[in-house]
């Protein structure tokens, strides 16, 4: 009986430390009551910075915490994450091809919904068709965009007016060459993808010659690399590289030139080219360019673009548009990872890269917003958010082995244009090498002709 | 033989059963303490010996032998020799032993996950750089030196070489991540010294609770020393001098540890100094290619590199298969030398059982004397 009153106190003890850390856990759980989301990207340095900066605000205002994880073998970690059976919740995708085959083997998952009720609001009914992947439901965010068919120039050395038409671009390269001057800008190198700035030529060309139907048959495999349209294609950008005097330091520069490097000769005094086919994205690289006067070049007055001319006059102004996007999928499903997606789509999800001057966002609603401070950015987004016809790059869509052949064909094409049918045929033995099943078949967004 | 009914204990005899069962305890706890602190240490040196420091300089090895091999292959076109004899066979040997490297860095891996990842970056980029050699190969054998074979070669260049990105570069990250894993396992668990207390607060203790069993005896049987317990004494110095070989074994663990990273600093500098040799080499290709201005020249990137390395010292040309042996040498006998012999763990276990053996004898006498008495 003595022990009595110790054991009440020994119970009373008991509770009181029970309750105190029942407080001190409901303490720790409040303060991470939002879960967590890991998220892959390829994005390392600078683009992993402000893509954190991006993950920190979402952060902030929802209370999950996002595990990051930036390598530049994406495709590799992705694919040993799945077969682990440990994917990310999100991963970013440099491409729609890559998007496209995760969807099909059942990686990834929809996310309808996440646009909100209205998605044309935001987005262009182009993009919202691209973002299915020819899969008939929504599985992607672009997170960031780039317009492709596009020419650039500075306007302080470019005393013609803006070309529409193929033709008129091929009178102003005649009439530089008369001139003494070398019309275009080339520059291939690109490691470990060399070779890609001539597929974007082909491609454009064969896109806005040909149309987009035959693009997309191209792009899906069941169009010969032999036939008309292709063959085409290339002697038409034959007719620039293939032409003595036509690229700056003839075929072996524009082989061993770096991309990043070939459009600086534009702002040179006096400039040794005039003009560079390069995507959006090298805007980037051009404000980093000193001006005559030593100052940074400013777009609009230090460098400007126009649209891929037309083959056709009639069709000038209204030509369907290469464009490339880095894509944000969902693939272990889970209210945290939707609220990511969602957050990524909305308009402070997308602004990050604009506010940087170095990429544009797809969705419509940041023009009315003035996160694009120049003319020459905000002309770019708006052609990507309201062109009629968005084509995906085809050389994202093709097989790994397709693109590569492709990348090498287009440099062996620039060292000895004579090869081309030889080379032709190679590329259709790589295509009719490559099973049907593995071929992409990704609609252009909008109308086709 | 209990005590009779009613009858008081002696205080004595249950002080005497207390003091017992404490220094038993005691030396249970001295036993698990000194033998986990033994043990924890000398796995931990296993494991830098076996493991992490191989993981560290097998990166290393597959760097300098990945830079000769690009070595090779650049002079091999500089000097035309390709057309005759292609890459040579040295530059497949320096490819060949690059991969077994990489597959020892794989299997020690002790950087966990981002390791993996970095090797796995490296094991994609590596074919290809081969790929884009072979092809150079293959253009300079039919038509000699052609721009095509040196876009192939220029490619194959900025692949291995170029900053931040580079199969070199991509390889300081994985051995940055093998150097954090091995300090890690250098400075936590059984390494650190916070650990310390666990083995030597129960050997101090016990050395205490055993000089309070001598005065305690002195006081009741009038005896000046008790043998047994005395001989428990010495034993305990004696478990207590070879756990603190682990001491020992820690700091020449740690001293291996600033040797590898010395190893690794003046090894990165050296194939920095060997990579200058197949830069020159590619200067030269590619000067003879783009032999224009810099306004007609092949751009700023490559105009930088032919300026850069057009004139570049190579480095010192001692056979670095000797070097890469000798430079590892000290690593593997400092940690050879705090590896200690695993019968010094058989030692602390067979003292703690003596001690305890000799508690057992050295109070038994005091508690069968008092056992009928009450005080």
């Known amino acids: 009986m003595t022990n009595r009153p110790r054991f009440r106190r020994l119970v009373v003890l008991a509770i009181a430390l029970m309750s105190f850390a029942d407080l001190g856990i409901t303490a720790c759980t409040t303060a991470g009551s939002g879960g967590s989301v890991n998220v892959l990207a390829s994005w390392t340095g600078a683009e992993e910075g402000a893509f954190r900066s991006v993950l920190q605000k979402f952060t902030d205002e929802t209370g999950i915490t996002v595990n990051y994880t930036g390598n530049r073998a994406l495709n590799q970690v992705l694919l040993a994450d799945i077969q682990n059976g440990q994917p990310p919740d999100v991963a970013v995708l440099p491409s729609v091809g890559e998007l496209a085959r995760y969807i099909r083997s059942g990686d990834v998952q929809p996310v309808d919904g996440i646009f909100g009720a209205h998605p044309t609001d935001s987005y262009s009914a182009q993009w919202l068709q691209l973002l299915q992947a020819g899969m008939g439901k929504l599985y992607a965010v672009p997170v960031k965009a780039d317009l492709k068919s596009i020419v650039w120039y500075n306007p302080a050395a470019f005393p013609y007016e803006r070309p529409t038409t193929w033709g008129q671009l091929t009178a102003i390269g005649d009439d530089l060459r008369a001139n003494g001057k070398t019309p275009w800008c080339v520059g291939m190198g690109a490691t470990p993808a060399s070779g890609f700035p001539g597929t974007d030529w082909i491609e454009d060309i064969l896109l806005h010659q040909s149309g987009p139907a035959v693009y997309q048959q191209w792009a899906a495999g069941d169009l010969a690399w032999t036939s008309p349209e292709v063959r085409q294609a290339w002697t038409t950008w034959g007719e620039i590289v293939a032409q003595p005097g036509f690229v700056r330091g003839g075929p072996t520069a524009a082989l061993l030139t770096e991309f990043s490097d070939a459009g600086k000769p534009m702002f040179a005094n006096p400039p040794s080219c005039s003009l560079e086919h390069q995507a959006s994205f090298i805007m980037g690289g051009y404000r980093n360019v000193a001006g005559p006067d030593g100052n940074l070049l400013q777009p609009g007055t230090g460098f400007d673009f126009f649209p891929f001319p037309a083959f056709d006059a009639n069709a000038a102004g209204v030509e369907p548009t290469e464009v490339s996007a880095d894509l944000a999928a969902m693939f272990q499903p889970s209210e945290n990872a939707r609220m990511l997606m969602t957050y990524l789509a909305s308009e402070k999800g997308q602004a990050v890269w604009p506010l940087r001057g170095t990429a544009f966002s797809a969705n419509k609603k940041l023009l009315e917003q003035n996160v694009y401070t120049d003319p020459v950015s905000l002309k770019i987004a708006e052609t990507l958010t309201s062109m009629d016809t968005l084509c995906f790059d085809a050389s994202d869509l093709m097989p790994a082995k397709m693109s590569d052949a492709f990348f090498r064909a287009v440099l062996e094409y620039i060292a000895d244009p004579g090869r081309l049918d030889g080379l032709l045929d190679s590329l259709e033995k790589v295509r009719t090498g490559i099973q049907h099943d593995d071929w992409l078949n990704v609609p252009c967004g909008g109308s086709t002709r | ?375």
């Open chain 2, 1 to 375: 033989m209990t005590a009779p009914r009613g009858k008081p204990r002696s205080t004595t005899r249950r002080d005497l059963l207390r003091l017992r069962a404490a220094l038993l305890v005691m030396t249970a706890v001295v036993f698990a303490g000194s033998l986990a602190a033994f043990t924890g240490v000398q796995s931990t040196v296993d494991n830098v010996t076996n493991r992490t420091a191989p993981a560290v300089l097998e990166v290393e090895a597959a760097r300098s032998a990945l830079v000769r091999a690009d070595n090779e292959a650049m002079s091999s076109f500089q000097s035309g020799q390709g057309q005759l004899i292609g890459l040579g066979q040295q530059y497949q040997n320096q490819i060949a032993i690059s991969s077994q490297n990489l597959a020892r860095v794989a299997e020690n891996n002790s950087a966990g996950e981002p390791g993996s990842r970095t090797l796995q970056l490296v094991e994609g980029l590596l074919p290809a750089y081969g790929g884009l050699i072979e092809e150079a190969d293959a253009h300079f054998r039919t038509g000699g030196s052609t721009p095509l074979g040196a876009t192939n070669l220029w490619n194959a260049s900025r692949l291995m070489h170029q900053p931040g990105s580079g199969i070199l570069a991509q390889l300081d990250v994985l051995a940055n991540q093998e150097q954090e894993a091995l300090s890690n396992t250098l400075s936590t668990g059984w390494m650190n010294p916070a650990g310390m207390p666990i083995w030597i607060v129960p050997i101090l203790l016990l050395l205490g609770l055993l000089c309070l069993a001598q005065v305690f005896g002195k006081r009741k049987f009038r005896r000046t020393v008790n043998p047994a317990l005395a001989g428990a004494t010495l034993l305990l110095l004696l478990v207590a001098g070879v756990t603190s070989m682990t001491l020992v074994s820690r700091a020449r663990a740690d001293a291996a540890g600033q040797t590898v990273n010395q190893v690794v600093d003046r090894w990165r500098a050296e194939t920095a100094g060997d990579a200058l040799s197949g830069q020159r080499d590619l200067a030269e290709v590619l000067s003879a290619q783009c032999p224009g201005t810099v306004q007609d020249g092949c751009g700023d990137t490559v105009n930088t590199f032919v300026t850069r390395y057009g004139q570049a010292e190579a480095g010192s040309g001692v056979s670095q298969d000797q070097q890469g042996l000798e430079r590892t040498k000290p690593v593997y006998y400092k940690l050879a030398s705090a590896d200690q012999s695993v019968l010094l763990g058989y030692l602390i276990a067979v003292g703690a059982v003596a001690i305890a053996v000799l508690i057992l004898f050295g109070l038994q006498r005091g508690i069968d004397e008092y056992r009928y008495r009450s005080t």
